[in-house]
């Protein structure tokens, strides 16, 4: 598999907490490091490219099989509990 090269606006998915996939938006690349923000909070991160993944049926097949694409984060629990 070829890793893709993500630019700065692009749309990627992160697997966060090994089993809930969350949609990012890829603010700055440099050569070692991305900086993402949560689509769904706006939080902003510093990840490794390699946890990026450019659509999200490729995120749902690298996600272990006890986790659900739809299953709520530790977000959503709190927002609602």
């Known amino acids: 598999m070829v890793a893709h090269i993500f630019q700065n606006g692009d749309k990627a998915y992160i697997i966060d907490n090994v089993r809930f996939l ?3 938006i890829v603010l700055k690349v440099t050569r070692d490091l991305c900086i993402i923000r949560y689509v769904d909070n ?8 390699s946890r990026l993944y450019e659509t999200e049926k490729e995120a ?3 996600l272990p099989p006890d986790a659900h ?5 530790h977000w959503d629990y709190e927002m609602y509990h």
């Open 22 to 24: 969350r949609e990012v």
């Open 42 to 49: 706006g939080a902003v991160i510093r990840i490794r490219p």
């Open 60 to 62: 749902i097949d690298r």
């Open 69 to 73: 694409p739809k299953k709520r984060n």
